[in-house]
C-alpha cells in the first residue's frame, strides 16, 4: 500500500510569490489532514477535510492560506502571497475513519517550505 | 494554558545504553498520550500511544512509555538505544478531537 505523498519534497519561493503544496492520501482514507512545523516550535494542526469537505479549518494561520481537496482524493495547500514567517515543513496525514478512536494517522514526509 | 512540553530539545547517547525522553502535558482532562518519531526524510511515525488501561505501553521498535497521572507525565523509554534510532522524537496528545497537539520535539543523537 503505497502511503501519503507529498510534492514537493523542498521548496524555496521569494516573499510575494503564490506555492502550492500538495498531498495524495492513502487510497480510501476519507480524513486529510494538514499540520505544520515552523522551525523550533511545535507541530501545529492546520485543518481538516472529509472527502472533499472542509470540517475544521480552526488553525489555518491567514487567508493567505487556502486548502482544497478536488473530488475528495488529493489535497492541495496554496499559499498567496508567501511571508517570510510562512517557513516551515508542512505535514500531510490521512486516516480511514475520523471516529477512529485509535488515531490511525499516517502521515507524510512532510514538505520543507523556504520562503527568502 | 494547554500545552505539551518535551523539556530537552537535544540529548545524546551512547549506542547501547538506556534512554528516556520526557513529556509533561497540561489539560484539565487526561487526554490520549502518543509518542512519534522522524527519522530523516521520513514522514512521522507512530511508536506507541496509551487511551486507558495499563500505564505501561509497549511500542515498537522496543520502546515502551509509562504514564504517570500524577505527575502529568508519558514518558518513552528504551533500554538498549540503536544507532538506527537517531531521529527525532514528538510527543503529542488529543482530546476528544482528532488534531493531534505536539510537543516541540527531542533531537536525538547516538555515538558509537
Known amino acids: 500500500e503505497a502511503g501519503v505523498t507529498q510534492f514537493p519534497s523542498h521548496s524555496v519561493i521569494e516573499k510575494g510569490q503564490t506555492v502550492t503544496l500538495r498531498c495524495d492520501p492513502i487510497s480510501g482514507h476519507d480524513n486529510l489532514y494538514w499540520y505544520r512545523r515552523v522551525m523550533g516550535k511545535e507541530i501545529k494542526f492546520l485543518l481538516h477535510f472529509v472527502k472533499e469537505s472542509k470540517q475544521d479549518e480552526s488553525g489555518m494561520p491567514n487567508n493567505r492560506f487556502l486548502a482544497e481537496r478536488t473530488g475528495g482524493t488529493y489535497s492541495t495547500l496554496k499559499v498567496q502571497p508567501a511571508e517570510l514567517e510562512d517557513s516551515g515543513v508542512y505535514f500531510c496525514?490521512?486516516?480511514?475513519?475520523?471516529?477512529?478512536?485509535?488515531?490511525?494517522?499516517?502521515f507524510g514526509s512532510g514538505t520543507r517550505l523556504t520562503v527568502v | 494554558a494547554q500545552s505539551v512540553t518535551q523539556p530537552d530539545i537535544h540529548i545524546t547517547v551512547s549506542e547501547g545504553a538506556s534512554l528516556e525522553l520526557r513529556c509533561n502535558y497540561s489539560y484539565g482532562a487526561t487526554p490520549y498520550l502518543f509518542w512519534y518519531v522522524q527519522s530523516p526524510g521520513q514522514g512521522l511515525q507512530l511508536l506507541l500511544k496509551?487511551?486507558?488501561?495499563?500505564?505501561l505501553v509497549q511500542g515498537i521498535k522496543g520502546f515502551e512509555a509509562e504514564f504517570k497521572r500524577s505527575q502529568s507525565s508519558f514518558n518513552l523509554r528504551k533500554p538498549s538505544v540503536h544507532w538506527s534510532d537517531a531521529a527525532e522524537y514528538f510527543c503529542a496528545v488529543a482530546l476528544s478531537g482528532y488534531a493531534l497537539n505536539f510537543g516541540k520535539g527531542t533531537s536525538l543523537l547516538v555515538t558509537p
Open positions: 496509551y487511551f486507558s488501561g495499563d500505564t
Open positions: 496525514a490521512s486516516s480511514q475513519d475520523r471516529r477512529d478512536t485509535n488515531y490511525g494517522y499516517t
